[in-house]
């Protein structure tokens, strides 16, 4: 399946009620060949206005985290388990995370990387693979609050880097 028609699919889905409360689905972006995939929750009020992924305050948070490891957010796909946002920004509930799992499996089939670091407790029910290798770390938003937290996420990324 190309990109572009599994975006589509993604844009016209309501195999769920997320889509009701949502200006637009928010598939993820970044180049097709990139080595590293970053997975989060779900789309944001701010990320629900311009249709990408992470562009509020967790979003420059975690631009800051790669920047500050050498890493190009251009080289990364950077998606969320969920594609639709969440009324106020509350956790997806098990039948929305599992009619948007397909789309992600579709685009780590897709892009094929050799990692994807899952960012929170929410993206860590992504099915994992064999051939790639799955990191788990904080979601951004919460290593921006809890100074423990903000230490595992720099980290993680850190380790990442090495990968790159």
Not at 14 to 40: M, Y
Not at 125 to 153: C, G, Y
């Amino acid at each position: 399946m190309a990109v572009s028609s599994l975006n589509e699919r993604i844009i016209q889905c309501k195999k769920c009620r997320l889509w009701q409360d949502s200006k637009q689905a928010v598939p993820g972006e970044g180049p097709l060949n990139a080595k590293v995939i970053l997975i989060g929750q779900n789309p944001g009020a701010e990320e629900d206005k311009v249709g990408r992924p992470f562009v509020g305050r967790a979003g420059k948070f975690l631009n800051k985290v790669l920047a500050a490891n050498g890493i190009n957010r251009e080289e990364v796909f950077v998606t969320n388990i969920v594609k639709h946002l969440t009324l106020q920004n509350r956790v997806p509930l098990p039948d929305e995370i599992a009619a948007c799992v397909p789309y992600l499996c579709a685009q780590i089939d897709l892009i094929k990387p050799k990692v994807v670091v899952l960012m929170g407790k929410i993206a860590w029910q992504t099915p994992r693979r064999d051939d790639i290798l799955f990191i788990e770390t904080v979601h951004p938003s919460a290593a921006m609050r809890f100074t423990k937290m903000r230490q595992r996420f720099e980290e993680d990324f850190a380790s990442l880097a090495k990968f790159l």
